[in-house]
Protein backbone atom coordinates (compact mmCIF):
# COMPACT_ATOMS: atom_id res chain seq x y z
CA UNK A 1 0.00 0.00 0.00
CA UNK A 2 2.90 2.47 0.85
CA UNK A 3 4.32 1.73 -2.41
CA UNK A 4 1.51 2.38 -4.05
CA UNK A 5 1.03 5.29 -2.41
CA UNK A 6 4.54 6.60 -3.23
CA UNK A 7 4.00 6.08 -7.10
CA UNK A 8 0.46 8.31 -6.82
CA UNK A 9 2.54 10.81 -5.11
CA UNK A 10 5.24 10.96 -7.58
CA UNK A 11 2.89 10.44 -10.68
CA UNK A 12 4.32 7.48 -11.87
CA UNK A 13 0.65 5.57 -12.10
CA UNK A 14 -2.51 6.92 -11.59
CA UNK A 15 -5.70 5.52 -10.49
CA UNK A 16 -8.57 5.04 -12.39
CA UNK A 17 -11.77 4.08 -11.13
CA UNK A 18 -13.94 1.35 -13.28
CA UNK A 19 -17.63 1.96 -13.79
CA UNK A 20 -18.05 -1.41 -11.93
CA UNK A 21 -16.46 0.20 -8.77
CA UNK A 22 -13.32 -1.75 -9.07
CA UNK A 23 -9.98 0.63 -8.33
CA UNK A 24 -7.47 0.20 -11.32
CA UNK A 25 -3.95 1.61 -11.67
CA UNK A 26 -2.01 2.54 -14.97
CA UNK A 27 0.88 4.08 -15.75
CA UNK A 28 0.34 7.84 -16.10
CA UNK A 29 2.11 9.47 -19.06
CA UNK A 30 1.08 12.64 -18.51
CA UNK A 31 0.33 15.40 -15.90
CA UNK A 32 -3.14 17.05 -14.50
CA UNK A 33 -5.42 14.68 -16.10
CA UNK A 34 -9.05 13.12 -15.98
CA UNK A 35 -10.62 9.73 -17.55
CA UNK A 36 -13.04 8.67 -20.09
CA UNK A 37 -13.50 5.20 -19.27
CA UNK A 38 -16.13 2.77 -21.56
CA UNK A 39 -19.21 1.39 -19.80
CA UNK A 40 -18.95 -1.69 -22.03
CA UNK A 41 -15.11 -2.30 -22.77
CA UNK A 42 -13.44 -0.92 -19.84
CA UNK A 43 -11.10 1.48 -22.06
CA UNK A 44 -9.54 4.18 -20.22
CA UNK A 45 -8.60 7.13 -22.66
CA UNK A 46 -6.78 10.37 -20.64
CA UNK A 47 -8.28 14.05 -21.66
CA UNK A 48 -6.36 17.07 -20.04
CA UNK A 49 -8.82 19.97 -20.81
CA UNK A 50 -10.07 20.57 -17.03
CA UNK A 51 -12.79 23.37 -16.66
CA UNK A 52 -13.47 22.84 -13.14
CA UNK A 53 -11.72 25.89 -11.14
CA UNK A 54 -14.31 28.17 -10.68
CA UNK A 55 -16.22 25.33 -9.12
CA UNK A 56 -13.28 24.37 -6.90
CA UNK A 57 -13.33 27.78 -5.85
CA UNK A 58 -16.89 28.26 -5.61
CA UNK A 59 -16.88 24.51 -3.47
CA UNK A 60 -14.12 26.22 -1.24
CA UNK A 61 -16.12 29.02 -0.43
CA UNK A 62 -19.45 27.45 0.27
CA UNK A 63 -17.97 24.58 2.62
CA UNK A 64 -14.55 26.65 3.99
CA UNK A 65 -12.77 23.75 3.11
CA UNK A 66 -9.14 24.07 1.76
CA UNK A 67 -9.19 21.81 -1.00
CA UNK A 68 -5.97 20.70 -2.21
CA UNK A 69 -6.96 18.56 -5.45
CA UNK A 70 -9.45 16.80 -7.42
CA UNK A 71 -10.21 13.27 -8.93
CA UNK A 72 -12.62 12.90 -12.56
CA UNK A 73 -13.70 10.01 -14.06
CA UNK A 74 -16.52 10.31 -17.22
CA UNK A 75 -18.37 7.86 -18.26
CA UNK A 76 -19.99 6.47 -21.36
CA UNK A 77 -19.31 4.38 -24.48
CA UNK A 78 -16.45 4.59 -26.83
CA UNK A 79 -17.20 5.10 -30.78
CA UNK A 80 -16.39 1.29 -31.72
CA UNK A 81 -18.47 0.05 -28.59
CA UNK A 82 -21.39 2.30 -30.22
CA UNK A 83 -20.70 1.25 -33.82
CA UNK A 84 -21.03 -3.01 -32.61
CA UNK A 85 -24.15 -2.16 -30.41
CA UNK A 86 -25.59 -0.20 -33.61
CA UNK A 87 -24.19 -3.52 -36.26
CA UNK A 88 -25.81 -5.86 -33.82
CA UNK A 89 -29.43 -4.15 -33.69
CA UNK A 90 -31.91 -5.85 -35.36
CA UNK A 91 -32.76 -4.25 -38.55
CA UNK A 92 -36.48 -3.30 -39.26
Given amino acids: FRTMKLLLDLNIVCRVLLDDGTLHYRLSTRGHHHHLVCRDCGRVEDFTRCDVGAL ?3 LSRATDYEIEGHWLEVYGRCQACRLLKKEAAPVG
Fill in 56 to 58: VRE
